[in-house]
């Protein structure tokens, strides 16, 4: 049995067989419908509900509140349907879904960019291309069935000139993926990954400026959209606003500067929340979403695209649509959540 999903204002439909979560049916018939961790920790696949029944498999409240249910809100990533559904949902998109493939890749550098960040490069097989939107991410499919999420650090058509993906991944000691990349992983290994995935790209059919919010190596995949803001010569106002802890944790300030240099659109702001007195910082200080709203008390006709932490993503949206009238929809995330996070799911 299947049950028919049709999502407004665009729109598009399709089918969701019994039991099958609602995003796992539109990521199959290339609906793109927003989400991030599809795991029901991030929220980023909420949307509102018209008509229909559908229900929900563990999740984090922080995701999907009790009263945000009661109010017809649902989580995609978790969500079944038991009868035919309407959704809202502004973010989706008419943009083409890229086939999702499973490939075989080898690593062809390890670049410590930090002690904790490592620049990895992949090549796919007979140096193939990947089409993918800048800013989606690819999964690393594990021995044990465990799959990991990494953000394209590079646009695609950069593949051209050097193939491969660039990947910037950051050691959390005691993670299962990165304890291995950080310790074990070596130039010309293999592994196997599936993409790409992920809502996380830019809408190229508004002229809105942009406001672009990176924590830590979340800072990838928007060096992957600035660079197709630069291949493809969109001069939309950028500012990029990027935060770390210290200022080593921005790993390619040289590279953004170079690039501020070549785009007059675009602008950075670096901000740093926890300088220690020998790192002389004189930029500014703080949480990175706060410099944002230092610097723009009205962001109701910009778009946002943020990346990195969760915590920094669910601030940002929060404060940004509460406190500067970002409209919700102009709002596209990616929360880095890991297994710690999953974990304290209800
Ligand atoms: C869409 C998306 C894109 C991403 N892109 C990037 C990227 O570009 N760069 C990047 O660096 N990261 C990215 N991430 C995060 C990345 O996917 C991994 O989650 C992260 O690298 C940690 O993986 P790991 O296997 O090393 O750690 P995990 O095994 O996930 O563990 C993470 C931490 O949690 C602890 N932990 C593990 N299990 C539990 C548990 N059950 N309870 C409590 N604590 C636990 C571990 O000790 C460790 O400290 C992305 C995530 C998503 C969802
Ligand atoms: S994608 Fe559904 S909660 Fe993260």
Sequence with gaps: ?????????SGRSFSANEGEPLLAAAIRQGIGLPYGCKDGACGSCKCKMLEG?????????????????AAGFILTCCGVAHSDVVLESRQVTDESAFPIRKMPVRVTSLVRATPDVMVVRLQLPASDTMKYHAGQYVEFLLRDGDRRSYSMANAPYTQLETPGIELHIRHMPGG???????????EKEIQRVEGPYGSFFLREDSAKPIVMVASGTGFAPLKAIIEHMQFKHIVRPAVLYWGGRRPIDLYMTDWIEAR???????RYVPVVSDALPEDGWRGRTGFVHQAVLEDFSDLSGHQVYTCGAPIVVESAQRDFTELAGLPTEEFFADAFTTEADKALKT
């Design 1 to 9: 049995m299947s049950f028919n999903v049709n999502v407004l204002p």
């Design 53 to 69: 029944q559908v229900t929900h498999g563990a999740h984090q409240l922080k995701a999907l509140s009790a009263e945000e249910e």
């Design 176 to 186: 299962k993926f990165t304890d291995h990349v950080f310790a074990a992983m070596k």
């Design 260 to 266: 501020v240099a070549e785009m007059p659109n675009l």
